[in-house]
Structure formats: C-alpha cells, structure tokens
C-alpha cells in the first residue's frame, strides 16, 4: 500500500513539473471549445445581412474565446456563408487551397465584400432617416448611429479622427431630434437636448408615458363594458321566474327597490311581451286584457246566430217571469 501511494504521488508530481515547464515556455494550452459555433450567425453577403467586417470580426473573437486554430476559423467561415457569399467561395479556386493562410483568406473577402457606396450616398441616408411605425427611440437611434458611423472617414491623425468623430456625433443629434414622430418628437424639437443621451431620455420618458396611457384606457375600457354587463354599480345578476321566451329572468340584485320593481315587473311574465307591452291572455295580441278582448263580442255575436236570442233578451225574459209570479202571490193573498 505504501509503494501505491509513492508511485501516485510521483506521477502528480511529474505532472505538476510538466505544467510548470509549459507555462515558462508559454506552451500553455486551453481547450477547444467549438459549442461557440452556434453564436455565429449565416452571412450571405447581402444589403439585408450584416457587414463583412462585423462578420469577421464575430468569428475572430469566437475564436479567441474557443482557441481555434486558422484552419477551424477558415472552416467555420465556409461553414456560415450562404447565398452571394457561398457563390463567391465556390468560384474562386484560391480560397479552396489547403495552404492559404487565414489573412489571405479574410482579405479575399473583405475586397469583394466592401462597401462600395460613397460618402455622399451615407450621408443622404442619414439626413432623411425617419422613425418607422414600429420602432422605439432606442432602435430608432441605434439606426442611425449606424449609418452616422458610415460617414466618418478613417485617417492616421488621431486628432482628425476625433475630429470626424465628433462632427458625426452632431450630426447623429440632429437627425435624431428630426426624425423622431409623434409627441416624443415634438418634445425633442420643443427642449432641443444638447447631447445624444439627453435627447434619447426625453423621447424614451415621453414614449413610455404614451404606452402607459394606452394600457390605462384599455383596462379601464374593458372594466367598464365588464360591468355594464354584470348590471348597475357592478352588481351580479341572479336569475327569477322565466320569462314567456323560456329565458329566466334577470333581476338586479344592488337595491332593494330595484329589484321589487323589477319582481313586479316579472310577477305576470306572460302578460307582457320583450318590448314591455301588454298581451291579451286570449287571444295574445297587445294593448288590452282579456276582459276587454274584441274576441268576446264575436263569440256573442255567433251565439246570438245559433240560439235565435241574445244573452241579454234571455235576461228581460227571466226578470219578466218573476214579476209575473210575484203579482200572482200577491193577489192570491188578497183572496185568502
């Protein structure tokens, strides 16, 4: 057991010399990790794709981060192009060689690949830039920073690059200011912010309170058409008796008033058509009760056909007989 665990205590101990040997030669290396291959989007080299330089410089610090080879950087490329781009490859033999390093290769395609469009056609772009329906401050601005980018020209001074710098940060303010619609715009142009991030704060301020205002109208929209339905002040319905359509009906529960008028309402639900008029038990239409029914004078009339007398001739006649029999009575007692 003990020559075990010298023997292991060695063997660490030749691997710790080792790691030590590498790192004084700076011979360290990391693993390879590929899984960064799917942070890198297809590029096909058109106007709706990003630009070959953005497009090179992902792969370059996936490559970093990954510790890629120049061969797995050139193949990952190949990997990613498609359309214009995958046709350019496929037609030049040069970038197909086993050899080629992998500046060559990326200087191939930034030459095809390059912006080709002047100066003036940038600037026309960012001088009528306006907000699209769809878009907020922030996308709104960082459309323009891009294309504000595209005006500055490179040159070695570094005090004139500031200088192009700073004249495109200006002019990114002014087409920001002017081309920003609806209320945020006209706070913009009304305060005139003298930097980018003021300007961007005020139109994001006034966008958010716009688009919480519009979520207020409709919550309270869809409240009030909630409870319109449900009844007054927001009281449920229950249901009493059913109406004459086979449908029960609702009776409002928030006042005691209320709801005896509506039962009142509804004690003869038979009686009473939907449009609130009355209905006649016999014959159904509207706008008298059955007593006063027009349908009784026509049941008289053919009874009075059938019998030979009417109702009211059979009345005198009865009341005739017992005046008769009265006067006999009294006249018999007269005798007696």
Known sequence: MA???????????????????????????????LSL???????????????VKEFFELVESSARIGCWSEFDKIQITILKLSDVAKIFYSSNPELQKADISWENFKAKFLHRFRDVKSDQYHFMQLQTARQKKDETPQEFLDRCRSLAMKTVPKVEDPLLQKFHYDQAQRMLLSTFIAGVSGNP?????????????????????????????????????????HRKSRGNFGQPWKTFGRSEYGQAARVSTDTPHAGRKQRQQNASPTNTSREGKLLCFKCGKPGHFARECFSNKFSNRKNEGKNGYSKSQ???????TYAEAARRNTHRQENL
Request: hydrophobic share 35%; proline share 3%; no cysteine.
């Open 314 to 320: 059979e009345t005198g006649k009865s009341s005739s």
């Open 37 to 51: 291959i799917s942070l890198i989007p297809r590029w096909s080299g058109t106007e709706k794709s990003v630009s």
């Open 185 to 225: 715009g006209q706070q913009l142009r009304f305060q005139m912010p003298a930097t980018v991030d003021e300007a961007l704060q005020i139109a994001v301020t006034v966008f958010e309170a716009e688009a919480q205002e519009k979520r207020n109208l409709a919550f309270f929209s869809n409240f009030e058409t």
């Open 3 to 33: 020559e075990g665990l010298q023997k292991l205590v060695e063997n660490l101990q030749a691997e710790i010399n080792n790691l030590r040997s590498q790192v004084s030669s700076g011979r360290l290396t990391a693993p390879k990790d």
